[in-house]
């Protein structure tokens, strides 16, 4: 006799599409895109969702959280710099004192952690999905993105020419670590000018990433590694504070810019 509920193959396949579809649809248009689902991204997201925002955070691969999962040399721990200890006592995070002003945690467990807050604050993933391009109105201000399926970049050339789709969003946060995508496509449509981030110096790019996170171009905000390319900041390496306390900081500045732009 089965302990489990009689469902069919197409049941399960009708489960997913049109729970997937439905979400899809309702977040075409949201309040806030995020790009990146690392630290900076899930924080971020988590603290607008906390207040009420529809956020929608776009990831490129298949898994969330970026290098908050492995930690430094693929080493799974992860350092926190005082006072970044208090969003682990947040989070429920367990860690140790490592050095005085210095504390270390799991990476998974910090990570999921973090992941669970974002989701139970409401937040919303698409995986998988690659930034392609912004959508641009009046004043060349940023009104959306537009993405495709990460699999369609390892297609032959031949046969690539899948056309991308575009999600609207009253504000987009560029939360994509180094490689700052939405800032640089801005760059390459002469609109921004970001600088390339600098040589490693924990103690001076944590405070750095995050005073300068903050709108950098009508309609998008910049946060995370990402902040450090734009404006030329040292690099932190794996001490993740400065992600944490960067998300907040672009949640804070997001609330102040959509009151001002309702």
Excluded at 15 to 24: D, E, H, L, P, R
Excluded at 129 to 137: I, Q
Aim: glycine content about 10%.
């Amino acid at each position: 006799m089965s302990i489990f509920s009689p469902v069919s193959e197409k049941d399960v396949t009708r489960a997913i599409v049109s729970g997937f579809m439905k979400q899809f649809d309702q977040y075409a248009d949201s309040d806030i895109i995020i790009i990146g689902a690392g630290p900076a991204g899930l924080t971020a997201g988590r603290e607008l969702c906390r207040q009420g925002f529809k956020v929608l955070i776009i990831e490129r691969n298949n898994y969330l959280g970026g290098g908050f999962w492995i930690g430094g040399f693929l080493m799974n721990k992860v350092t926190f710099r005082a006072p970044a200890q208090k969003h682990l006592d947040e989070l429920k995070v367990p860690y140790e004192k490592a050095v005085e002003g210095l504390y270390v945690a799991d990476g998974p467990h910090a990570c999921s952690k973090l992941i669970a807050a974002a989701c139970d604050a409401g937040v919303k993933f698409l995986n998988m999905t690659t930034f392609d391009d912004v959508v641009l109105r009046e004043a060349n201000r940023v009104s959306g993105v537009v993405i495709n399926w990460t699999p369609v970049n390892a297609l032959p050339r031949e046969i690539t020419c899948v056309d991308p789709i575009a999600l609207e969003a009253r504000l987009i946060i560029d939360a994509t670590g180094h490689d700052a995508v939405v800032c640089k496509k801005l760059e390459e449509r002469g609109l921004l000018k970001t600088i390339g981030f600098g040589a490693m110096w924990v103690e001076r790019s944590e405070d750095l990433v995050v005073e300068h996170t903050g709108v950098v171009h009508p309609g998008l905000i910049v946060c995370g590694m990402a902040t450090s390319t734009v404006f030329g900041l040292p690099r932190m390496g794996p001490t993740f504070g400065g992600m944490l306390l960067s998300g907040h900081r672009a949640a804070e500045e997001a609330v102040k810019y959509l009151a001002g732009n309702k």
